[in-house]
Every structure is written in C-alpha cells, then in structure tokens.
C-alpha cells in the first residue's frame, strides 16, 4: 500500500514539475498562451502551428474524465459541457488546443 501511495506521490509530483515546466517555457515563448483552469491533469503538452507561438494542447478525454468524476456530471452531461464552455470558446490566439482520441 505505500509502495502505491508513493508511486501516486511521484507521478503527481512529476505533473506538476511538467506544467511548471510548461508555464516557464510558455511564458517565454507565448505570454498570451491560455491554460484551462482545473484541468492541470489533462495536459499532454504543447503544440503550435506553422509561424504561429506555441499553445497548452490538451485531452479532451481526460477533460470529460475530470467532468464525471469530480463534478459528478454524466457523460453526455460533461460532452456538452465541454462543448458549450470550454472546446467551444475562442478567446484568441492563446487559446489552447482541444486534442480528441475518439473519432
């Protein structure tokens, strides 16, 4: 049981070394990149466009994920969550990447 709760530790402790990491290379390269907040857990990086400044990309199943099990919200409830308020704003060119698994 420690074992588990000390690999839990260290994996949690590595995130959040990668989305510091990740703020102090955006910060350089993109002051205007955008994260999500709450949604640290669904970060897979960053990505970037042809001549355009790097941007946080993000899962969107691990978005939906988030949704259910924290906020208790179906899955359909959480789908259209996330379309409305999240995946569906536009709030300028440091707005982040949706990445989708499922197609």
């Known amino acids: 049981m420690l074992k588990l709760l000390r690999k839990k530790q260290e ?4 995130k959040n070394m990668l989305k510091s990491e990740l ?4 910060m350089d390269e993109n002051p205007d990149a955008l994260f999500a907040d709450g949604f640290d857990e669904a970060i897979l990086g960053y990505t ?3 001549n ?4 946080v990309a993000y899962s969107v199943d691990k ?15 959480a789908m259209e969550y996330f ?6 704003g536009w709030l300028g060119e440091g707005t982040p990447m949706w990445i989708r698994n499922e197609f």
Not at 52 to 55: F, R, T
């Open 11 to 14: 994996k949690k402790n590595l």
């Open 63 to 77: 978005i939906i994920k988030i949704l259910v099990e924290r906020d208790g919200m179906t899955y359909e409830e």
């Open 48 to 50: 970037q466009r042809m």
């Open 23 to 26: 703020d102090e290379y955006l």
């Open 52 to 55: 355009q400044p790097p941007i």
């Open 83 to 88: 379309d409305y308020n999240i995946g569906g």
